[in-house]
């Protein structure tokens, strides 16, 4: 096909951005390029979290010798020749831009053959185009993209490291093998093959990126409502995932990140799934390209629908009839019959991703136990959803709160005062900072006002079986045993780290944590600190770590609920420093063994545990909750009037 290079009439109407930022956006590129070239085969290598290396081979139609030099040149595309085109656009590239920005800030090589011609190649170094010449391959396409920014090393600084930037790479190699089930696709990191689709349906390349008990957990859904089609796999009512990770939504082929549909499916979702639980979906809409307006985003992430309304209500009533099984479910769920025919064809040759019965953390359902009006296992009785559509408008003003422009839900949690207040203890790492020390020196001060002597202390009883009474001098002090109780937990803790001593327990059936690629990138970077606890802990195959010990101090804990809640907050820790907040996660753990309120203590014990806080009443709990409150003698003498 012949590359036109578009008139600035027509590029100027297309959305201006940046394309490439990141090695992810390089290889997001490279492969829409090969699809649109038709291949059914291709190939993704990054080396050095794609900083080192990104190529992309395809067997598509391959680019003729004297098109070469104009597929690097700006604005130059095969799929889109005049401004009317625009408003049909079904290939996924069109702008003609991202060839030229990748060379020019890479040193990039296109080596191709179409059918019918010779194999040739072309080099670019910080895009100054070299010379054609001779070169050797099957049919297509191999783009190879060295050294990414090594000309703007002001945009290197930007990359983040190795590890982050390969979990975003092989997220965007998932997407591919989801969105593009008839592909097949091979994804390897650093020589070691990551993931392997076979080009053989939907259903093998969700057991290929996340393993074979996937669909065990899923709803496999068909439907077609006023001219929308909405098909993929849901998770059934149980199947609940600590972020939005496990979303996955592609509009006419497209991967989006779209407010109104994740909007209708997290309501169609709402009495399913609690606080902090995000679904599982790997759903394709398919709506006339006249309804959508591709063009919004210029990383193309988001899509802009005509009629918004319309939308979410087909999506909402669409998932919510099939979770709360309604009559209309059974025209929606794909039936079992069919779906395990196709899952037998479709089965995975064992080993290196796809691990097999890993699933220990959640107890597979039955797939298609679902069946009309029990709503799968949901409570009996259960408030049914509201029967009125969320209007757009509101869809909007609810998600505003909740969702980021990256549709990353940002974790609630502030982080914890814990930090701040055992600063002290951790030397400033930069001494030449004074402003620093002063706030060190305060803290420190503060400290050693509230500090008391815990001989001073008598203990005067206990109220609502929570709160400890003790009086010293004019001052009457409230403690709550179970705060109290887990800032010991937590100090005893870090202690036994901090002098190696952490007794280590193992566990007698390892656990066995299916990570996404994402979320295994981030535990990968936790390992260090995750060992430095006490956790036995490696990676177990594709995106799947065990755990085959943990502190003896948290024996019994939640295992589960612990790495779901650490990966709930990966977003935030990659800012925020690792070991702090881990630490600051097991002392969570460590309360649930600390006494509850509501557990009576006896004087001896309510004694020794102010004795424990060596008499500190400035102490917070490890969640930032204060330990103490006080009440003086003329607090209580203004509470009753005998003061003014
Ligand atoms: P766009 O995809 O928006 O057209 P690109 O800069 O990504 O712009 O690519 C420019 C042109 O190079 C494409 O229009 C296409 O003709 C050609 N091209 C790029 N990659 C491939 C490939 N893998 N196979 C065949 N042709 C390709
Ligand atoms: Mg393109």
């Given at each position: 096909?012949?590359?036109?290079?578009?008139?600035?009439?027509?590029?100027?109407?297309?959305?201006?951005?940046?394309?490439?930022?990141?090695?992810?956006?390089?290889?997001?590129?490279?492969?829409?390029?090969?699809?649109?070239?038709?291949?059914?085969?291709?190939?993704?290598?990054?080396?050095?979290?794609?900083?080192?290396?990104?190529?992309?081979?395809?067997?598509?139609?391959?680019?003729?010798?004297?098109?070469?030099?104009?597929?690097?040149?700006?604005?130059?595309?095969?799929?889109?020749?005049?401004?009317?085109?625009?408003?049909?656009?079904?290939?996924?590239?069109?702008?003609?831009?991202?060839?030229?920005?990748?060379?020019?800030?890479?040193?990039?090589?296109?080596?191709?053959?179409?059918?019918?011609?010779?194999?040739?190649?072309?080099?670019?170094?910080?895009?100054?185009?070299?010379?054609?010449?001779?070169?050797?391959?099957?049919?297509?396409?191999?783009?190879?993209?060295?050294?990414?920014?090594?000309?703007?090393?002001?945009?290197?600084?930007?990359?983040?490291?190795?590890?982050?930037?390969?979990?975003?790479?092989?997220?965007?190699?998932?997407?591919?093998?989801?969105?593009?089930?008839?592909?097949?696709?091979?994804?390897?990191?650093?020589?070691?093959?990551?993931?392997?689709?076979?080009?053989?349906?939907?259903?093998?390349?969700?057991?290929?990126?996340?393993?074979?008990?996937?669909?065990?957990?899923?709803?496999?859904?068909?439907?077609?409502?006023?001219?929308?089609?909405?098909?993929?796999?849901?998770?059934?009512?149980?199947?609940?995932?600590?972020?939005?990770?496990?979303?996955?939504?592609?509009?006419?082929?497209?991967?989006?990140?779209?407010?109104?549909?994740?909007?209708?499916?997290?309501?169609?979702?709402?009495?399913?799934?609690?606080?902090?639980?995000?679904?599982?979906?790997?759903?394709?809409?398919?709506?006339?390209?006249?309804?959508?307006?591709?063009?919004?985003?210029?990383?193309?992430?988001?899509?802009?629908?005509?009629?918004?309304?319309?939308?979410?209500?087909?999506?909402?009533?669409?998932?919510?009839?099939?979770?709360?099984?309604?009559?209309?479910?059974?025209?929606?769920?794909?039936?079992?019959?069919?779906?395990?025919?196709?899952q037998e064809s479709a089965a995975p040759a064992p080993g290196e991703n796809a691990p097999?019965?890993?699933?220990?953390?959640?107890?597979?359902?039955?797939?298609?136990?679902?069946?009309?009006?029990?709503?799968?296992?949901?409570?009996?009785?259960?408030?049914?959803?509201?029967?009125?559509?969320?209007?757009?408008?509101?869809?909007?003003?609810?998600?505003?709160?909740?969702?980021?422009?990256?549709?990353?839900?940002?974790?609630?949690?502030?982080?914890?005062?814990?930090?701040?207040?055992?600063?002290?203890?951790?030397?400033?790492?930069?001494?030449?900072?004074?402003?620093?020390?002063?706030?060190?020196?305060?803290?420190?001060?503060?400290?050693?006002?509230?500090?008391?002597?815990?001989?001073?202390?008598?203990?005067?009883?206990?109220?609502?079986?929570?709160?400890?009474?003790?009086?010293?001098?004019?001052?009457?002090?409230?403690?709550?045993?179970?705060?109290?109780?887990?800032?010991?937990?937590?100090?005893?803790?870090?202690?036994?780290?901090?002098?190696?001593?952490?007794?280590?327990?193992?566990?007698?059936?390892?656990?066995?944590?299916?990570?996404?690629?994402?979320?295994?990138?981030?535990?990968?970077?936790?390992?260090?600190?995750?060992?430095?606890?006490?956790?036995?802990?490696?990676?177990?195959?594709?995106?799947?770590?065990?755990?085959?010990?943990?502190?003896?101090?948290?024996?019994?804990?939640?295992?589960?609920?612990?790495?779901?809640?650490?990966?709930?907050?990966?977003?935030?820790?990659?800012?925020?420093?690792?070991?702090?907040?881990?630490?600051?996660?097991?002392?969570?753990?460590?309360?649930?063994?600390?006494?509850?309120?509501?557990?009576?203590?006896?004087?001896?014990?309510?004694?020794?545990?102010?004795?424990?806080?060596?008499?500190?009443?400035?102490?917070?709990?490890?969640?930032?909750?204060?330990?103490?409150?006080?009440?003086?003698?003329?607090?209580?003498?203004?509470?009753?009037?005998?003061?003014?």
């Amino acid at each position: 096909m012949k590359i036109n290079i578009l008139s600035p009439e027509v590029y100027n109407r297309i959305a201006a951005g940046e394309v490439v930022d990141r090695p992810y956006s390089v290889v997001k590129e490279l492969v829409e390029n090969a699809i649109d070239a038709g291949a059914d085969a291709i190939t993704i290598e990054i080396e050095g979290g794609g900083k080192k290396r990104v190529r992309v081979a395809d067997n598509g139609s391959g680019i003729p010798k004297e098109e070469l030099r104009a597929a690097y040149h700006p604005h130059a595309t095969s799929k889109l020749s005049s401004a009317e085109d625009l408003f049909s656009v079904r290939t996924l590239g069109f702008r003609g831009e991202a060839l030229a920005s990748i060379a020019s800030v890479s040193r990039m090589s296109i080596c191709s053959k179409t059918a019918d011609g010779e194999a040739w190649e072309l080099k670019a170094e910080g895009g100054v185009l070299g010379e054609i010449v001779p070169s050797a391959s099957a049919d297509g396409t191999t783009v190879t993209v060295d050294d990414l920014f090594f000309n703007t090393p002001a945009r290197l600084k930007f990359l983040k490291s190795d590890a982050q930037e390969e979990g975003d790479v092989s997220a965007m190699a998932a997407r591919f093998i989801l969105s593009r089930p008839h592909i097949s696709f091979t994804y390897r990191i650093n020589g070691k093959v990551r993931y392997r689709s076979f080009g053989d349906g939907l259903e093998s390349a969700l057991i290929n990126v996340y393993g074979p008990s996937i669909v065990q957990n899923c709803y496999e859904i068909s439907a077609e409502k006023n001219g929308i089609r909405l098909y993929g796999f849901i998770g059934n009512q149980n199947f609940a995932k600590p972020n939005r990770s496990y979303q996955t939504l592609f509009v006419n082929g497209r991967y989006v990140v779209n407010q109104t549909v994740s909007a209708a499916i997290a309501n169609a979702y709402g009495n399913y799934l609690m606080k902090r639980q995000f679904a599982f979906y790997v759903l394709f809409l398919d709506i006339a390209p006249e309804a959508v307006d591709v063009n919004v985003h210029p990383n193309k992430t988001d899509v802009r629908f005509r009629d918004n309304q319309v939308v979410y209500g087909n999506v909402y009533s669409i998932i919510s009839s099939v979770l709360d099984g309604n009559s209309r479910a059974l025209e929606y769920v794909v039936s079992r019959g069919t779906s395990s025919a196709e899952q037998e064809s479709a089965a995975p040759a064992p080993g290196e991703n796809a691990p097999a019965g890993q699933e220990n953390a959640a107890a597979p359902q039955e797939r298609g136990s679902f069946s009309i009006g029990q709503g799968g296992s949901a409570a009996p009785g259960r408030k049914a959803p509201p029967m009125r559509q969320m209007t757009a408008e509101e869809a909007r003003r609810e998600l505003a709160f909740d969702v980021t422009p990256m549709g990353i839900r940002r974790d609630p949690f502030p982080a914890p005062e814990v930090m701040e207040v055992r600063s002290p203890r951790v030397p400033p790492q930069e001494d030449a900072f004074e402003e620093n020390r002063r706030l060190l020196r305060e803290a420190e001060e503060k400290r050693g006002r509230e500090k008391l002597d815990p001989q001073a202390l008598v203990y005067k009883g206990e109220l609502f079986r929570t709160y400890l009474i003790y009086e010293a001098g004019d001052t009457a002090y409230l403690i709550d045993q179970h705060a109290a109780h887990e800032r010991m937990l937590y100090d005893k803790l870090q202690e036994k780290m901090e002098n190696g001593t952490i007794n280590v327990q193992p566990l007698l059936v390892p656990y066995i944590c299916n990570a996404n690629a994402q979320e295994f990138a981030f535990l990968q970077r936790s390992f260090g600190a995750l060992r430095a606890l006490g956790f036995e802990i490696e990676e177990f195959g594709g995106t799947s770590v065990k755990v085959s010990a943990l502190p003896a101090e948290l024996t019994g804990m939640d295992i589960g609920a612990f790495f779901s809640e650490v990966l709930s907050s990966m977003e935030t820790l990659r800012a925020i420093k690792l070991g702090e907040l881990l630490r600051d996660k097991l002392a969570g753990m460590a309360c649930k063994a600390a006494v509850k309120g509501g557990e009576r203590l006896t004087e001896e014990e309510a004694r020794a545990l102010v004795r424990a806080m060596d008499g500190d009443m400035g102490l917070r709990c490890p969640h930032g909750r204060p330990v103490c409150a006080r009440l003086t003698r003329a607090e209580l003498e203004k509470l009753f009037k005998r003061t003014v």
